[in-house]
Every structure is written in structure tokens, then in C-alpha cells.
């Protein structure tokens, strides 16, 4: 590849860029809005109605509610915590936290439209997987002494913590809400163009030869665990994952189970949800949390290869 090729490549990179943003645009605009406006709802007495029933009811509603949660992991934790200290269990608090942390209303709107052909398919495999994921996490937790779990400065209240669920509501703000969403399009818009850029790049200049030996050099499990792996580096945002993993499955240097693998472990080991979690959770069960989280993601790749 001589200079004037890699000068001549640039309006290539360039227009590879922008279809891809005018092709996800929509989606993420539409994603925002819909995430913006349920943070408008009562999510703290929602979720102790039924994070309070039977262990089996108590987890897979916590799971659920979680996937459709809009709120961060930084938005979760105090609602985690308030509803432990209140004298709620746990295990469903647990897979609350790691169903909001891997999915939500925006992340499913954007998979959909961001992944080529595939992208329902894609954003209803993951949604199930996740929800799997943190329903077997939930009730596995239920099995661990809690003081292997939480650490202890945190107390519950004598009281039972009651007025966690006497809140008054907040009102809705139309002002506020559309300052909510400029400021989620901007944070989330700045990653989304370092996704679609990295994967342009990755398309145009990284020969295939070379990422398909190293996605695909060893057997199916085997590729599966790299792209799992990669996630841990590479995914810095749900928006600028989506662009690089449809690029690498444009070119045929991902499959599915791979892609799968990667969006699991990539959004649940950023260094924005890890530290969040530590806030809470002793070091030991956190690890375990990671080793359980890679295992199921690459088993649940292999099952959609």
C-alpha cells in the first residue's frame, strides 16, 4: 500500500462513515427519547413491588424490570442500595443490576437499527440472553452468605426503610426532559462516531486475512471466547459497540454467537459499571461476578452460531 493510496482511501473512509451514521441516527434519537421519558416514572416503588414477592417471581421480575430500566449503573446503585438497606434480599437486587447494566430501552432501539439484516434478531437474541443471564445470576446468589456479597459499611435501617416507597413523584418537565436528551445524544453521539470511525477503518485498511486468523483460527468456542474477550478492551459505549460489531459481521470476520459474546461481557466490564458495582459488592463476589458473566456469554454464543 503505497501513500497515494491511503490518500485516495480517504473520501472511501469518509462516505463509509457517514452512511453509517445516517443509517443509525434515527435509531439512536429514537432510543433517547423513549430511555428519557421513563426516567420520568416511579422506578423505586415499581421495583419494590416486585422484588418483594417469592425468590423465583422476585428475580425474574427484577431481570425484567432491569432490561427495561433506562437508568445507568450510577443511576442504579442508589436504588439498589436504598432497597437493601429497606430489607429487600439481595439476589433480585443483584439481577436488577446486572439486567440494567447490559440492556435498556435505548441500547435495543439502536442494536435493531445499527446491525445490518440482522438486527432484530440481534437485539431480541441479546434482550434473552441477558435476561437469562440474570435470572441464573439472581437465583445463584440466593446460594452465597450475604457477607460475601455486600460490604459492611452497608447497614440496613432499623425502621425496615419504609419511606423508601413514600417518595413524592417528580413532576414532569418538558424544559428538562429535552435538556436530558441533548445531554444523553452528546455523550452518547461522541462514542457512537468513534464506534462508526473504528469500524470504517477496521473494514477498509485491516486486512481480512489477518482479524478473520485471529476471530476465527481455533474452533468455534474458541472464537467465541477471543470476541467475548475483545469486549473487555474494545467496547467503550453501547453506541460506538454496535457500528464496529456490524461492521466485523459486514465482513464476515464476526458470526453471531461472536457478536453476542462480545456486546455481553464488552457492556457489563466497562470501568464506568465495575466501579459503580465495587461501590457496593465486596472485590471477591465481583470477580466472581466477571468469570460467571464470560462463561454464560460464551455459552450462549455457541447456542446462537
Given at each position: 500500500m503505497?501513500?497515494?493510496?491511503?490518500i485516495?482511501?480517504?473520501p472511501?473512509?469518509?462516505?463509509?462513515c457517514w452512511?453509517?451514521?445516517?443509517?443509525?441516527l434515527?435509531y439512536?434519537?429514537a432510543?433517547i427519547l423513549v430511555g428519557?421519558l421513563?426516567?420520568?416514572?416511579?422506578?423505586?416503588?415499581?421495583i419494590?413491588?416486585?422484588?418483594s414477592?417469592?425468590?423465583?417471581i422476585?428475580v425474574?421480575?427484577?431481570?425484567?424490570?432491569?432490561?427495561?430500566?433506562?437508568l445507568?449503573t450510577?443511576?442504579t446503585i442508589?436504588?439498589?442500595i436504598?432497597?437493601?438497606?429497606?430489607g429487600?434480599?439481595?439476589?433480585?437486587?443483584?439481577?436488577f443490576?446486572a439486567?440494567?447494566?447490559?440492556?435498556?430501552?435505548?441500547?435495543?432501539?439502536m442494536?435493531m437499527?445499527?446491525i445490518t439484516?440482522i438486527g432484530?434478531e440481534?437485539?431480541v437474541?441479546?434482550?434473552?440472553a441477558i435476561l437469562?443471564?440474570?435470572v441464573?445470576l439472581?437465583?445463584?446468589?440466593?446460594?452465597i452468605?450475604t457477607?460475601?456479597?455486600?460490604?459492611?459499611n452497608?447497614?440496613?435501617?432499623?425502621?425496615?426503610?419504609c419511606?423508601?416507597i413514600?417518595?413524592?413523584?417528580?413532576l414532569?418537565?418538558i424544559k428538562q426532559?429535552?435538556?436530558?436528551?441533548?445531554?444523553?445524544l452528546?455523550h452518547v453521539g461522541?462514542?457512537l462516531l468513534i464506534?462508526?470511525?473504528?469500524g470504517a477503518l477496521?473494514?477498509?485498511?485491516i486486512p481480512k486475512?489477518f482479524?478473520?486468523n485471529?476471530?476465527?483460527?481455533?474452533?468455534?468456542l474458541?472464537?467465541?471466547l477471543f470476541?467475548?474477550?475483545l469486549g473487555v478492551p474494545?467496547?467503550?459505549?453501547?453506541?460506538?459497540a454496535?457500528?464496529?460489531?456490524?461492521?466485523?459481521?459486514?465482513?464476515e470476520?464476526?458470526?453471531?454467537?461472536?457478536?453476542?459474546?462480545f456486546f455481553?461481557?464488552?457492556?457489563?466490564t466497562?470501568?464506568?459499571?465495575?466501579s459503580?458495582?465495587?461501590?457496593l459488592?465486596?472485590?471477591?463476589?465481583?470477580?466472581?461476578?466477571?468469570?460467571f458473566l464470560?462463561i454464560?456469554?460464551?455459552?450462549m454464543?455457541?447456542?446462537?452460531?
Amino acid at each position: 500500500m503505497d501513500f497515494k493510496w491511503w490518500i485516495d482511501s480517504i473520501p472511501i473512509l469518509l462516505k463509509t462513515c457517514w452512511e453509517t451514521l445516517v443509517n443509525i441516527l434515527p435509531y439512536l434519537i429514537a432510543g433517547i427519547l423513549v430511555g428519557e421519558l421513563l426516567k420520568f416514572t416511579s422506578w423505586t416503588k415499581i421495583i419494590y413491588k416486585w422484588v418483594s414477592k417469592s425468590p423465583v417471581i422476585s428475580v425474574i421480575s427484577a431481570s425484567v424490570i432491569g432490561i427495561i430500566s433506562p437508568l445507568c449503573t450510577y443511576g442504579t446503585i442508589p436504588v439498589v442500595i436504598e432497597l437493601y438497606k429497606s430489607g429487600v434480599h439481595i439476589a433480585p437486587l443483584v439481577s436488577f443490576l446486572a439486567a440494567s447494566s447490559l440492556m435498556n430501552p435505548q441500547l435495543f432501539i439502536m442494536t435493531m437499527g445499527g446491525i445490518t439484516d440482522i438486527g432484530l434478531e440481534m437485539a431480541v437474541v441479546l434482550t434473552v440472553a441477558i435476561l437469562i443471564f440474570s435470572v441464573a445470576l439472581g437465583m445463584l446468589t440466593y446460594l452465597i452468605p450475604t457477607k460475601y456479597i455486600i460490604k459492611k459499611n452497608i447497614v440496613l435501617y432499623e425502621d425496615g426503610g419504609c419511606n423508601i416507597i413514600n417518595r413524592g413523584k417528580k413532576l414532569f418537565m418538558i424544559k428538562q426532559y429535552f435538556i436530558n436528551c441533548l445531554k444523553n445524544l452528546k455523550h452518547v453521539g461522541f462514542y457512537l462516531l468513534i464506534g462508526i470511525f473504528i469500524g470504517a477503518l477496521v473494514g477498509l485498511y485491516i486486512p481480512k486475512t489477518f482479524l478473520h486468523n485471529a476471530l476465527n483460527g481455533g474452533n468455534q468456542l474458541q472464537s467465541i471466547l477471543f470476541s467475548a474477550l475483545l469486549g473487555v478492551p474494545l467496547y467503550a459505549c453501547g453506541g460506538g459497540a454496535i457500528p464496529f460489531v456490524n461492521s466485523m459481521i459486514q465482513n464476515e470476520l464476526m458470526g453471531k454467537g461472536s457478536a453476542l459474546a462480545f456486546f455481553i461481557v464488552g457492556s457489563a466490564t466497562r470501568p464506568a459499571p465495575l466501579s459503580a458495582m465495587a461501590s457496593l459488592f465486596t472485590p471477591l463476589f465481583l470477580i466472581g461476578y466477571c468469570v460467571f458473566l464470560i462463561i454464560s456469554s460464551v455459552l450462549m454464543g455457541f447456542v446462537y452460531i
